[in-house]
């Protein structure tokens, strides 16, 4: 029994309880944060890279290099669009669509106008897909899963009814050199890809937009009360996102020589997966280009392993399924910890 009339039982226990708990919560933390961890994924990379080099021997090969690249170049395209969308606070389903469209568009006007021409209308068109969508989610409020789930619907029907729902040979000269030429040995399309992803980086990073896209997934009534027009900023995200699936199907039209309303199918669950695995958080205001670059690869790199393999497409699926459920799981537990350890530092 102390002086104050509680024995000595009633308070160092508790206290030491707490004290413990607040301690494994700050090291969770520090875990989370740590560098180690942050980079996770591009030491599960250069890990994979180095597998692929002893499962396959020509994985190497620079032309194999650079199949990986030029293949997986549109979807890295939609991507980058998607990954300031998700920064953004934004979701869109209606990417694949919007592809299918930009395809059959793109073949059917190179027929009637120039080239040059047709690819601006075609890029025209996708932006005020994307615009369409932006409006539904901010100015209806129709959450953004719904709404890009519908005009995924209603874009891929217009796709089959522009196409008549048959694929469009498109046969003017040079279209072709956008999807399988060379420049200095280097695919074109790898070489749009590595623009865009430039030009994405630096408007993240360096540029009141990516500020403000960036603030506004983070806290979208923080961001108001500052001042940010939030709604603008998500539309231009919808918007972005648009252009690059619409940039996309026209390189995907260019590399196969026709058009098809079909072309687009697999490209919205492959684009999520790629900017989630990349790091980037399906609640918004984390992410950035550099880490969907690392997503891209990764993934491209999955696949090129598994064709080598022989596996079927249905395994490709269920893979690329299983690493978005990871990646989803680990973006969740990720946060709960940080969240876990903020509360243990106040």
């Keep these: 029994m102390s002086a104050d009339g509680t024995t000595t039982l009633e308070r160092p226990v508790p206290a030491a309880r707490e004290d413990a708990r607040r301690s494994g919560q700050r090291l969770l933390g520090g875990l989370v944060n740590s560098p180690l961890t942050r980079l996770g994924t591009v030491w599960f990379l250069l890990l994979l890279v180095v597998l692929a080099g002893l499962l396959y021997p020509g994985f190497y090969d620079s032309g194999n290099l650079r199949n ?43 027929a009637s ?34 709404a890009t789930l519908g005009t995924a619907s209603i874009y891929s029907g217009a796709a089959y009814l522009i196409s008549d729902s048959q694929p469009i040979v498109v046969t003017v ?18 070489w749009i890809l590595a623009v865009v992803f430039a030009i994405g ?46 940039l996309a199907g026209v390189l995907l039209t260019s590399r196969l020589g026709v058009g098809q309303a079909d072309v687009g199918s697999d490209m919205t669950l492959d684009a999520i997966t790629i900017v989630v695995v990349g790091g980037t ?11 969907t670059g690392v997503g891209l690869l990764l993934l491209g790199v999955i696949i090129n392993v598994a064709d080598f393999q022989g596996w079927s497409g249905q395994l490709e699926s269920i893979l690329k399924g ?10 969740v537990l990720t946060r709960r910890l940080r969240a876990r350890a903020g509360a243990a530092s106040t």
């Excluded at 690249?69 to 919007?98: C, E, K, R």
């Excluded at 690819?119 to 899963?145: D, E, Q």
């Excluded at 231009?236 to 619409?246: I, K």
């Design 68 to 110: 990986i690249l030029s293949q997986n170049a549109p979807i890295g395209l939609i991507a980058v669009g998607m990954t300031f969308a998700m920064i953004g606070g934004g979701f869109d389903l209606s990417v694949g669509a919007v592809a299918a469209v930009s395809s059959v568009t793109v073949a059917k006007l190179t």
């Design 113 to 146: 106008v120039g080239l040059p021409q047709a690819v601006g209308l075609t890029l025209l068109v996708a932006a005020g897909l994307g615009l369409l969508n932006g409006l539904l989610v901010t100015r209806l409020s129709i959450n953004p899963f719904v």
């Design 173 to 190: 000269p040079h279209f072709q050199w956008l999807g399988q030429g060379l420049v200095g040995g280097v695919p074109v399309s790898v």
């Design 201 to 246: 980086a630096l408007a993240l990073w360096g540029t009141v937009f990516g500020h403000c896209t960036y603030a506004v997934g983070g806290n979208r009534e923080a961001a108001r009360l500052a001042g940010i027009r939030v709604d603008l900023v998500q539309v231009v995200g919808y918007v972005v996102v648009a252009l690059m699936a619409g």
């Design 281 to 291: 958080s399906l609640f918004g205001g984390e992410g950035s280009v550099w880490r």
């Design 322 to 331: 299983c690493v978005l459920l990871t990646a989803v799981g680990l973006d």
